[in-house]
């Protein structure tokens, strides 16, 4: 069966989405749609699309998409994902952080339990073909029991912080999460749409006993010669009897003989695959119930209640123990804090 597939939200980031699909054979852009004339025309254009729309419900009453891909900030998501729920859309990949308060956090986790819709954040550097074979590994014990994680990213947690911990949860085989300990500093409303600390630091306690230290933002240990602070994204998995570390331009493993092996990453031929397989994914789960795509909302969700939990640890100074119930106040709160710290003038 071929899918029928569109976009809405044509800008910069929406050219990845589409250059995957010279790697997917199931799928085929029919439809693009946003409201800028000339950033829609580009990329219809540029991507072979052939039906341009500026208005999302005559995308949807005329080309009964099967799969969209939600290119937009993040602002304007929770309505937009609605929409398209109550469109009977069978699937959507939704861009990356899937939501940034508490308000669109529990908005999304009503429309998770109430909407036949099968939603996915686009988290594909779990689909990375190195990132693949770590797991591989690391969920056959190559590296003996698994007992630590260390995920870092240069840009802050609602930017690239949530890709490294979508990997976290992967390389910790999507265990519950028992207790988190955080610390944050600084606040950048990145783009007006992206609030977020500037560093911010979680300890997370996973319940088969696996700990993980994710560290986003300001002060993320320095790896790649490339000074680009985006190309500062890397997991490090430490177990008993070895180790796998994945960052954005290399890699490295540890071998039997106590020696390790070592290679560049070609994170742009990797992210193209690692976008394609995304989206196969959701292709699969659209055809297969059983086959739930592995950043399916649900589990985002429970990845975003951690840097919830984070700001809540941070303000409090105290541990926080899951489940979680976020108030509602919770960035304004941390937001007041910062500005309360600011020097005067």
């Known amino acids: 069966m071929e899918y029928r597939c569109a976009f809405v939200g044509c800008g910069p980031r929406a050219h990845g989405h589409a250059q995957a699909y010279s790697l997917i054979t199931r799928g085929r852009p029919v439809a693009c749609c946003d409201r ?32 969209v891909h939600l290119v937009t900030k993040p602002d304007v998501r929770v309505p937009l994902m609605s929409r398209l729920a109550e469109a009977d859309v069978p699937a959507v990949l939704v861009e990356k952080p ?8 529990k908005a999304l986790r009503r429309l ?18 190195r990132i693949l074979e770590f797991l ?11 007992r630590f994680i260390d995920a870092s990213s240069g840009l802050p947690v609602a930017g690239q912080g949530v890709h490294v911990l979508d990997l976290m949860f992967a390389f910790a085989g999507y265990a519950p999460v028992e207790r988190v300990v955080g610390i944050a500093s ?10 977020s600390p500037n560093t911010l ?36 998995v430490c177990g008993t009897h070895g180790y796998v ?40 789960w659209v055809a297969d119930d059983s086959a739930v795509a592995p950043t399916n909302l649900g589990t985002a969700l429970d990845e975003w209640l951690v ?3 984070c700001y809540e640890s941070a303000l409090g100074a105290r541990p926080v123990d899951l489940p979680f119930d976020p108030p509602d106040d919770l960035l304004a709160r941390y937001r007041q804090r910062v500005k309360g710290r600011e020097p005067a003038g």
């Not at 004339?37 to 009964?64: C, K, Q, V, W």
């Open 307 to 309: 840097v919830l939990a």
């Open 36 to 67: 800028d004339p000339a950033r829609l025309d580009t990329f219809a254009e540029r991507h072979s699309i052939p039906n341009r729309y500026a208005d999302l419900g005559d995308m949807l009453a005329a080309e009964r998409p099967d799969l």
């Open 201 to 236: 630091t979680a300890v997370v306690t996973f319940a088969n006993g696996i700990r993980g230290v994710l560290q986003a933002g300001e002060g993320y240990p320095v790896f790649e010669p490339d000074p680009a602070v985006w190309m500062h994204k890397r997991v490090a």
């Open 112 to 129: 998770a339990a109430n909407s036949a819709t099968k939603f996915a954040a686009n988290l594909q550097l779990r689909h990375h073909p």
């Open 136 to 146: 591989e590994d690391v969920h056959a014990r190559a590296v003996g029991d698994v």
């Open 186 to 195: 600084g606040y950048d409303d990145i783009d007006g749409t992206h609030p």
């Open 245 to 284: 570390h994945w960052r954005m331009a290399g890699w490295e493993r540890s071998l039997p003989d106590g020696t390790v092996a070592r290679g560049p990453n070609d994170y742009a031929a990797q992210d193209v695959r690692g976008q394609a397989a995304l989206t196969e994914a959701l292709l699969d």
């Open 98 to 105: 899937v939501c940034v308060e508490t308000s669109d956090y």
